[in-house]
């Protein structure tokens, strides 16, 4: 079978397992949704009435299939506390927290590789150990401190940019650099690290020995012959790097009040509105069983022998 | 004697890592000698002090002092890494050599549930997991070890399959060891170096995801001191008062950091083919 076919074949079970999770998480709420639905004087009448209406008296198996077929009609419930849809306030702040996590892969994958690659150019110097240091540090900080530290020096001391917030169009840029700069840094230093590693082991192949014995030019061979080979462990780590993104995104938007899906988490956590941190946890897994789809996919672009070898599962 | 110091002039940055995790775990056992204060006992009459030679790290809101706090938080945030590091891998262990060792459809099964844990975002799942139990040490080592074991189980059965073909598992079968035997005897020491290095560097995630979920408020809860709760309570002073959110910090990071770099060296001396 086609190896891009298989492969989105091969997200289906990943799929109906996060809706069996996020079903299971469900059930465990503490209190009695029913309850909570009808107040705390409701009588036992109502109770029935309400709990036959959601279908909570059926088996295990009935209530899942509607639960199911809910959320596959996209319908997440209402907030507990605003009455608003869950579903449309994602669609709402999907596409910042989108934006915020593109600036940061755009942040990171600019540093890491040049740092890497930087590094591999270097390997064994005194700059290479101290890249490498500042590398294993920067995979070592917590986000939200480092978004903090940026905020007090960047807007208190140096009052060059806004401290939160966001803003609109082009002049709105500014209100991304240091969200992009906090969530992306871990990345950085992670991707730093494997580019050193992969340029490293190509470097010291015998093809681009030659490459520089006919005279090819060190940047020539260091970006075109070596860094293109190095690409498949890079990818894999950006793609995989994604979930990292939307960990992040959870602290970094709240710090800088970003008006994204993992602030819109963590208000749900604070205010114990179910719906709403379903919502987002849904919502996070299935975005990211898409990017790790389309970074498999990804590998058969860049590496046409992973899409024309028989099938084993990429990992 | 001699030979210790040469160990560690070859190996500078693996001693130098072992040591502060030696004194952060000494610091935690022995808090209440270190700490020259209560933790938790308020003193109004020394709020928002700077670091001083009384209050090495400065005070905080309500006079308690940093420094003790930043020890006591030790204690939360090493027991909350190692033992959510010790259950994962347990979990991992018997889940991903089990499965690797048996193949068909166990293996399949239990590769599907792997791959399931792992396609959630780690930080979201814990925090999900976290809001439904009752906030405390169990609870955060609990969500961690839920989120944490995926990724031994991949790593165990990865290691199984490219192990149990070879000639030496087969001599113990011809000898007649018991499957169990030869996955506790024969497999799990051909396993342990790389697991270790896994592990290490698992411990300061821990450190590391423990802390996200203190500031979010989600981990043990006040007045308890947790290096993540002291910076999110204190965030709004880091203008005035920024030795409050500076020294938490600089204990998580230092930990993480210490933790990442005896990995790396870890990984340099037992797997030279595997490195980073």
Known sequence: MNFYLKRIIMTVPTLVGISIVTFVLLQALPGDPVQGLAGDRADQAVLERIRRDMGTDRPVVMQYAGYLKLIMQGELGRSLYTNSSVRADIARKLPNTLLLAAAAMLFSTLFGILLGIFMAVFRGTFWDRMALILSTGGISLPVFWLGLLLVYLFSFRLQLLPPAGMGSGFSGLVFLVLPAATLGLNSAAALARITRTGMLDVLS??????????????????FKHAFKNTLIPVVTLIGLDFGSYLNGSILTETIFGWDGIGRYAVEGIFQRDYPVIMGCVLTGALLFVLVNLAVDLLYGLIDPRIARAPAEPLS | MKQAFVFIRRNPALCASALILALLGAAALCAPLIAPFDPLAINLNAVKQGPCSTYLFGTDTLGRDIFSRVVYGARTSLAIGLSATALSL??????????????GRLDMGITMVTDLFLAFPSLLLAIAISVLLPPGLLSVTLALCLVGWASFARLFRAMTISLKERSFVEAARAMGCSHLRIMARHLLPHCLPVVMIAATIKVGGFILAESALSFLGLGIQPPEPTWGAMISLHRNYLPSAAWMVLFPGCAIALTVFAFNILGDCLRDKLDPALRL
């Open chain 1, 205 to 222: 192949q015998p093809y681009i020995t030659t490459a520089r014995a006919k005279g090819v030019s060190a940047p020539v061979v260091i």
């Open chain 2, 90 to 103: 347990v979990i991992g262990l018997l889940a991903g050599m089990l499965g690797g060792y048996a193949g």
